[in-house]
């Protein structure tokens, strides 16, 4: 995510994550196939998923040692909950009017039946706001798994990541993500109102969406076909390797496309932006000859109403209708960059969120430094130290002691002040010294090789330093040592 706050005042740095999937041949890969309709309030369907990972379904362990509701299980992370009026943990305040400029509005999904290899499996619905969907594994197959949740989501008016507003509608966190499971069990994903609460697996996506002929449609994912019938289209995409699946809905969008060497590039915006469109393949093209090829064949920006500057998913990203021309121009490089670090190299965006925050507010700085913008690369350095530094000094002052220490799950952050100053800016200082350190063409090589390595699975710190080295700097930032 970019935020829209700190467009002036940004940086960040790197580090940390865990586990990782080593990559699979086609037919091991996991699948999932989403068929859904929106009818303007309400998107309703299915999510199949075939799981053929073995972790996943060999476990003869309970999955949660102290509160495993079935002895085996599967879980999913159901983020449209959080968007429920009595959330423990919900995307904003209900009196925050940025979020919600005409007031609160409930967003909820309802799962209306769960299957697992076709039978109807016990399930329920746990964690204090209910975004935990635990799924009763009893007649799974060691070979192939199919689980299938029908369920109806909410979509509140707002400007969050699930949300209607005006002739546009963001579909983030609309469908049941599967949890990541860890040594010790699934992990718990929490809703936060600061950060990108996510972490996710990759899955290849096959996904349909019938709805009023009306809207246009960006989407994660590449087109595969488009079926009309009377005032209803059925728009149908594939996504492989894909972190986590999108759309924006607009009934008033241009789109402007552009064939690349590196893909499809579209522009979903409400008027023509031939500047913005060239940016965005530029960019493209930059992080594709620095870092390693663009990891899709599509790339979709859509201009939405949107509290924050941006939002990433897989091929896909939100960038606010509200930032002016500079801010939106450092949020397109910043929310193409996640396609590299974030996407095609994911991590554990609660636990580590610096790892792939911190390197895409540094991927920025050297896409403006790179051509020949060094004002506004400059302005992104200078920006980062000044407002870390009153954060620290501020911070230092009220507790006492600032605490920097970057791997923290977003839940232990105290406010988004120290959450963006430690995630994003810290993070960017980190890199942005190393490269100081070590010069740009090596620091460009050592992420060369991290792309290469980590690809299509989860980076660590650990990962992060086996390519770029410097191992004793990096945990000096990461834990908290160094001072700035
Ligand atoms: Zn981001």
Known sequence: MKRKTTIIFTAAILACGFIFTSCKSEAEKNKCEITISFDGEEVSGTCVYDFYDEEFLTSDKPDREESSIYPRSLEFFLPANAYKKDAKNPPADKSDSFAYPNGFSEGSIKINSVKVNGETADNALIDEDLTTLCVSMKNYSPQKTTVEIDFTTVVPDSLLRLGK???????????????????????????????????????????????????????????????????????????????????????????????????????????????????????????????????????????????????????????????????????????????????????????????????????????????????????????????????????????GKADTSMNRPLGKFSSDYEYVNVAYNKSLLAFYEYEKATGRNKTIKGLKKYYEKNKFAFATLDLLTDSLGLKDFFKSYVEGSVLI
């Open 165 to 399: 507003n005006g002739d546009k509608v963001n579909l983030g966190d609309f469908y049941p993500l599967v949890s990541v499971k860890e040594e010790k069990g699934y992990y718990k994903s929490t809703y936060s109102k600061f950060g990108d609460p996510y972490y996710t697996d990759l899955f290849d996506y096959k996904v349909s969406i019938t709805l009023p002929s009306e809207y246009v449609v960006a989407s994660s994912g590449t087109p595969t076909s488009t079926v009309v019938d009377g005032f209803k289209t059925t728009y149908s995409y594939a996504a492989e390797n894909c972190r986590h699946f999108a759309f924006v809905l607009g009934k008033n969008f241009i789109v402007d496309e552009k064939k690349t060497e590196n893909g499809l590039i579209a522009l979903y915006s409400d008027k023509k932006e031939q500047e913005t469109l060239d940016l965005i393949a530029d960019v493209i093209k930059y992080f594709s000859e620095t870092f390693g090829p663009y990891p899709y064949e599509t790339f979709s920006v859509a201009i939405t109403g949107f509290k924050e500057g941006g939002m990433e998913y897989t091929g896909l990203c939100f960038i606010s209708d509200a930032l002016s021309d500079e801010q939106k121009k450092l949020a397109i490089a910043h929310e193409t960059a996640h396609e590299w670090w974030y996407s095609a190299v994911g991590n554990d965006q609660i636990a580590s969120a610096y790892l792939d925050e911190g390197l895409c507010e540094y991927s920025t700085y050297l896409y403006f430094s790179a051509r020949g913008d060094q004002q506004t690369a400059d302005r992104i350095i200078s920006s980062a130290k000044s407002a870390y530094k009153s954060f620290y000094d501020l911070s230092s002052v009220l507790s």
